[in-house]
């Protein structure tokens, strides 16, 4: 597949929407470009570069005719301390995490495609250990913001500090999901091989001819489950891959 390079930062892309959107919103590229990103403000003055965050934060703004916009803002900073001392634990190593999170490198789709790929291989796929290879991708890009809810923080491509631990799963399976199926289909090819020598042979009863069909299915079901999280279709196989991955990272 041809790849689309930022003419801006140099940033490579395999999707022409996922260039575009990088030109637009990423931080560090519009930097490049001599622009800034758009804002759009709240009648209390605080501002926001995407209208969802926007809504949401409007759904419980307090803004009053006669309150400041500056008093919102100091009031809405105090509450944001408030709340991050309330959720961090006491011990010193986890607030010094915390107090990293702002150094986080960006997690971009390219630096998932070129470094999921790499720890890609026949092995990891027949033994469905890709969420172990999404706990190498990520270590050193995330923080831990509250193990026992399952919640991490990152920056995604566009430079925003984000705790959709869903959404990064989601981008880590569509970057491998290419290279992932082509392994997938070399492995079940070879073990459909050697099922029709095992039946040539009148050997269907040995336990190597349930092996290689459980080692056929478990390999179907883990394609099935990464097309399914990356569609966004949520079932048992894929909620489970959802889980297991979220502990790879989390550990």
């Known amino acids: 597949m041809p790849k689309l390079i930022c003419k801006f930062c140099g940033h490579e892309f395999t999707a022409k929407s996922n260039l575009n959107r990088h030109m637009k919103r ?20 605080k501002s926001f570069t995407r209208r969802d965050n926007l809504k949401v934060h409007q759904n419980s703004c307090t803004f009053k005719d006669g309150t400041s916009s500056e008093m919102m803002q100091v009031m809405d900073k105090m509450l944001d301390t408030l709340k991050d001392i309330a959720r961090a634990p006491t011990t010193s190593t986890t607030i010094k995490n915390t107090n990293n999170n702002l150094n986080l490198q960006p997690i971009t789709y390219q630096y998932l495609e070129a470094e999921g790929n790499k720890h890609l291989t026949e092995q990891v796929v027949m033994e469905g250990r890709q969420p172990e290879i999404a706990g190498k991708v990520f270590n050193g890009y995330i923080t831990i913001a509250d193990k026992s809810r399952k919640k991490i923080k990152y920056t ?29 289909d070399k492995l079940y090819g070879e073990i459909h091989e050697s099922v029709n020598e095992l039946i040539a042979e009148g050997k269907v009863c040995d336990a190597d001819f349930t092996q290689l069909l459980t080692s056929g299915t478990n390999l179907q079901d883990r394609l099935i489950a990464i097309k399914n999280l990356t569609d966004g279709i949520m079932d048992d196989n894929s909620a489970k891959l959802l889980d297991e991955t979220i502990k790879c990272i989390m550990d």
Not at 27 to 45: A, D, F, M, S
Not at 156 to 184: M, P, R, V
């Open 26 to 45: 990423a931080k560090y590229c519009l930097e490049l470009q001599g622009k800034e990103q758009e804002k759009i403000v709240c009648e209390c003055g």
């Open 156 to 184: 995604d491509e566009e430079g925003n500090l984000s705790t959709n631990s869903k959404k990064l799963i989601k981008n880590f399976y569509e970057a491998i999901q290419t290279k992932n199926k082509e392994l997938a």
